[in-house]
Every structure is written in C-alpha cells, then in structure tokens.
C-alpha cells in the first residue's frame, strides 16, 4: 500500500478545522500521513491544530510566521510530504471516508492503459450553502468518464475557448485533487503570486505537458460555501484577468486574448448574480473573437434544426 500525504491549509478556520481534519483521520486508507499548515491565523485555529495533532501521530503541524496565501502553504505542505500520492484537503470541507481509496483505484486504474502519462485526479462534490444542512447541488468534475480532456484543449477550456463537447468537461477545485508527488518535478509548485486561481493555473501548466484530468464520478467531498477575505469583492475577478495577463501570449497566437478578458468579467458578474451585465461582456467577447462568433451562430443553426424536426 502506497503512502498519502493529506494536505490540509488553514487560515481562520476555528468553526470548521476539525471536522476537516477529522474525515483525513476517519479515511479508509492506512497508509497515511497529514500535513497541516497554519497560514498565520489569528483566530483560534492554531490552538485547535495543536490539541488535535497532539493526539494522533500521523498529523505533522507547520505554521507561517506571516500569512503567506493559500499557494505557498499548499507548496509548504508538497515540500514537506513523503507520501507517493498527494491529496488536498480544504480547512472547511468534509470529505467522504473512501475519497483517498477511490482516487488512488482511479490513478492506478488509467495509468495502466496510458503509461507514463502526468495524470491529474479529481472528484465530484456536494455543495451546501453557508448556514445550509441539505446540499444545494452536486458539482461535477472533469475528466470523471471517458473520452477525458487531456493536454493543450484543458488550458483553452480554463481560459475560454471552444472546445470539443464529446469531452468530459466539468470542474477543478484543488479541494478535490489528487497527484503523484513526482509530477511536481515536471509541472512545477503551485505559483504564490496567485491567491486566487493557483489551481486553475496549475492545470494549464500540466495541460501543457499533455496531462490528463480524470476524475471519481462520484461525490467524496462535501464543500461547504464560506466567506473569507480572498473571496471578497472584486478579488476573484483580479485574479481571473491576472491569469489571463500570465498567459497573454499563448491567448494572442490564437487571437483570443481580450475575449478571454472580457469571458472572466462575465463569468464573475453572472455568478454574483449580475446577469445583465454578465450578458454585455459575453456579448463583447463574441465581438471579439472570431472563434466564439462561429461557434455560437453554428449553435443557434443547430437549435433552428431540432426546432424543425
């Protein structure tokens, strides 16, 4: 059995750390150890690390001097990991007891019929909004049946351009992944300048190894939706356009780098409810882009001939 190193980060998290921690404990895998890293919280959560981490031998405790960002304590954690396989864990999710099982069958499973390939897992997740105790829907993963997404058409997808729809399209989340710890030697750290969407922009950077996404079609973790100082106000949006800024040239060859621009500002405005708005930069965007004009008028033909039949 290989050993997993659980990575779990925690910043101002009194009200959820341990039930994050406690389903790293319950997990049906024995081989295992859990990193926790305390980005500086000023809460109690260090206090509640210490008194859990006390207990059981398994849980190795590091703390920040200063709050580094959610990137550099998931890094910490990877420098710190003697296990095979990685999984993270985030400091206000519960995850299912056989998530770490599941992932490492999957792993192994594709790995067998696709030989030294750079491999990325993920799962499905419930999600519960905040102060909710039945979950709201379920979010789908990437990759969680076949034909899954691999290589260049992954990092086109995350920065918004068409992609084949016979693919198993769907979400990332760091909360979810699993990886072997030796693909950090070819993808890279996770990049702290990126608060926000770190996650997304390891993804791209694996896709342009030729990685795979797959996934558990599954639900093995709950999220549950918390407020938090990098989360506020406009904060996603800036680092959804710094993502695009990072990767400018690969979006200019393909002549899609303000429509990509203007495909962030809408996706943030329609998941804050701002659909009208939402809608202008969609529009911008298709006014933009060549690509997406086609696309989306071959899809209004294609609707017109169901009508019709």
Same mark, same amino acid.
Request: glycine content about 4%.
């Given at each position: 059995?290989?050993?997993?190193?659980?990575?779990?980060?925690?910043?101002?998290?009194?009200?959820?750390?341990?039930?994050?921690?406690?389903?790293?404990?319950?997990?049906?895998?024995?081989?295992?150890?859990?990193?926790?890293?305390?980005?500086?919280?000023?809460?109690?959560?260090?206090?509640?690390?210490?008194?859990?981490?006390?207990?059981?031998?398994?849980?190795?405790?590091?703390?920040?001097?200063?709050?580094?960002?959610?990137?550099?304590?998931?890094?910490?954690?990877?420098?710190?990991?003697?296990?095979?396989?990685?999984?993270?864990?985030?400091?206000?999710?519960?995850?299912?007891?056989?998530?770490?099982?599941?992932?490492?069958?999957?792993?192994?499973?594709?790995?067998?019929?696709?030989?030294?390939?750079?491999?990325?897992?993920?799962?499905?997740?419930?999600?519960?909004?905040?102060?909710?105790?039945?979950?709201?829907?379920?979010?789908?993963?990437?990759?969680?049946?076949?034909?899954?997404?691999?290589?260049?058409?992954?990092?086109?997808?995350?920065?918004?351009?068409?992609?084949?729809?016979?693919?198993?399209?769907?979400?990332?989340?760091?909360?979810?992944?699993?990886?072997?710890?030796?693909?950090?030697?070819?993808?890279?750290?996770?990049?702290?300048?990126?608060?926000?969407?770190?996650?997304?922009?390891?993804?791209?950077?694996?896709?342009?190894?030729?990685?795979?996404?797959?996934?558990?079609?599954?639900?093995?973790?709950?999220?549950?939706?918390?407020?938090?100082?990098?989360?506020?106000?406009? *904060?996603? /949006? @800036?680092?959804? &356009? !710094?993502?695009?800024?990072?990767? =400018? #040239?690969?979006? %200019? +060859?393909?002549?899609?780098?303000?429509?990509?621009?203007?495909?962030?500002?809408?996706?943030?405005?329609?998941?804050?409810?701002?659909?009208?708005?939402?809608?202008?930069?969609?529009?911008?965007?298709?006014?933009?882009?060549? *690509?997406? /004009? @086609?696309?989306? &008028? !071959?899809?209004?033909?294609?609707? =017109? #001939?169901?009508? %019709? +039949?």
């Amino acid at each position: 059995m290989s050993l997993v190193s659980v990575i779990i980060t925690c910043f101002n998290s009194q009200e959820t750390i341990k039930r994050a921690v406690k389903s790293a404990l319950r997990q049906n895998w024995e081989d295992l150890e859990i990193i926790i890293i305390d980005d500086c919280s000023t809460d109690s959560s260090f206090k509640i690390l210490s008194e859990i981490s006390n207990k059981d031998s398994r849980i190795s405790l590091y703390r920040h001097d200063s709050n580094l960002g959610y990137p550099a304590a998931l890094n910490t954690g990877i420098r710190n990991a003697k296990g095979e396989f990685i999984a993270i864990f985030d400091d206000d999710d519960e995850n299912k007891n056989n998530r770490i099982s599941k992932q490492v069958s999957r792993i192994i499973e594709f790995e067998r019929k696709n030989k030294n390939s750079i491999t990325l897992c993920y799962s499905n997740r419930n999600i519960y909004k905040r102060g909710e105790l039945k979950s709201d829907h379920t979010a789908f993963a990437i990759g969680r049946k076949e034909p899954v997404p691999k290589g260049i058409e992954v990092a086109e997808f995350i920065l918004g351009m068409p992609v084949n729809i016979n693919k198993a399209w769907g979400m990332f989340g760091s909360c979810t992944l699993m990886f072997r710890r030796n693909m950090i030697n070819k993808i890279g750290f996770f990049d702290e300048k990126f608060r926000r969407t770190s996650e997304w922009d390891f993804a791209i950077r694996a896709s342009f190894k030729g990685a795979y996404f797959i996934a558990v079609d599954e639900p093995l973790v709950n999220m549950y939706k918390t407020s938090g100082s990098d989360k506020a106000g406009k *904060i996603p /949006l @800036i680092y959804s &356009l !710094k993502l695009r800024e990072k990767y =400018k #040239k690969f979006l %200019k +060859k393909r002549r899609f780098y303000y429509a990509s621009r203007q495909i962030a500002k809408s996706n943030f405005y329609i998941n804050k409810k701002q659909k009208i708005i939402g809608i202008y930069y969609r529009i911008l965007a298709l006014l933009l882009s060549p *690509i997406l /004009l @086609i696309n989306f &008028l !071959k899809k209004i033909s294609l609707i =017109k #001939k169901l009508i %019709k +039949k």
